[in-house]
């Protein structure tokens, strides 16, 4: 059974960093794509960042240089650390995770396994 857990969202002033960690039940190498994605009121689920099985890394234009996106397989966590962080990044952040070998896409459709999701608040 896959669980992914979120952790580590709060309330932040603008400029500050924030990270959030997720931890699955599966060793993280297991997976072939794992992702962050964000929801903000009103607006729909977009995608942050995408990881892959060999650390290749994607992020969404709005985010490049400010987020990083890693996962310790020794640990079976993934984690984006959010540095700068800006209003317009408050959301409800998710952790997705995809067994099945595919593009890692942006994409909700691209991720079978979900996490609750962190609220992260920056004012």
């Known amino acids: 059974h896959v669980q992914l857990v979120e952790s580590g969202g709060g309330s932040v002033q603008a400029g500050g960093p924030l990270r959030l960690s997720c931890a699955a039940s599966k060793p993280t190498y297991d997976y072939y794509c794992m992702a962050w994605f964000r929801q903000a009121p009103g607006k729909e689920r977009e995608g942050v960042a995408t990881i892959d099985s060999d650390d290749s890394t994607r992020y969404a234009d709005s985010v490049k240089v400010r987020f990083t996106i890693s996962k310790d397989n020794a640990k079976n966590t993934l984690y984006l650390q959010m540095n700068s962080l800006k209003p317009e990044d408050t959301a409800m952040y998710y952790c997705?995770?995809?067994?099945?070998?595919?593009?890692?896409?942006?994409?909700?459709?691209?991720?079978?396994?979900w996490g609750q999701g962190t609220q992260v608040t920056v004012s």
């Open positions: 997705a995770a995809e067994l099945t070998p595919s593009a890692c896409l942006s994409a909700v459709p691209s991720y079978n396994y």
